[in-house]
């Protein structure tokens, strides 16, 4: 399975961020397989931001829950995020990743700057 992120790499301050991830070799809504959105703040560890399982259900970062969602394209074997109120603090390295019998996959990562 491979997965891709692309989105806008620079984002103003209270706006907000959509990114994609574009996932191929695989279904998005295979059984068990739990897709992920990660990030990683400059100096700083890897942050789990939410996920939506196979199921379809949505799980979510309690903070970061009043500004997060994500959502799933079946036709188009995608898995997308979005935050809203983007703020400084929110520039990232932000990773799709799939999880499934303790195997992890990732995508490459997507820089975001948020900026004026």
């Known amino acids: 399975v491979q997965l891709q992120e692309s989105g806008p790499g620079l984002v103003k301050p209270s706006q907000t961020l959509s990114l994609t991830c574009t996932v191929s070799?695989?279904?998005?809504?295979?059984?068990?397989?739990?897709w992920n959105w990660i990030r990683q703040p400059p100096g700083k560890g890897l942050e789990w931001m939410g996920a939506?399982?196979?199921?379809?259900?949505?799980y979510y970062s309690p903070s970061l829950k009043s500004r997060t969602s994500i959502s799933r394209d079946n036709a188009k074997n995608t898995v997308a995020l979005q935050m809203n109120s983007l703020k400084p603090e929110d520039a990232a390295v932000y990773f799709c990743?799939?999880?499934?019998?303790?195997?992890?996959?990732w995508g490459q990562g997507t820089q975001v700057t948020v900026s004026s």
């Open positions: 990743n799939m999880g499934v019998w303790g195997n992890n996959y």
């Open positions: 939506i399982p196979y199921s379809g259900n949505t």
């Open positions: 070799g695989g279904s998005i809504t295979t059984n068990y397989y739990y």
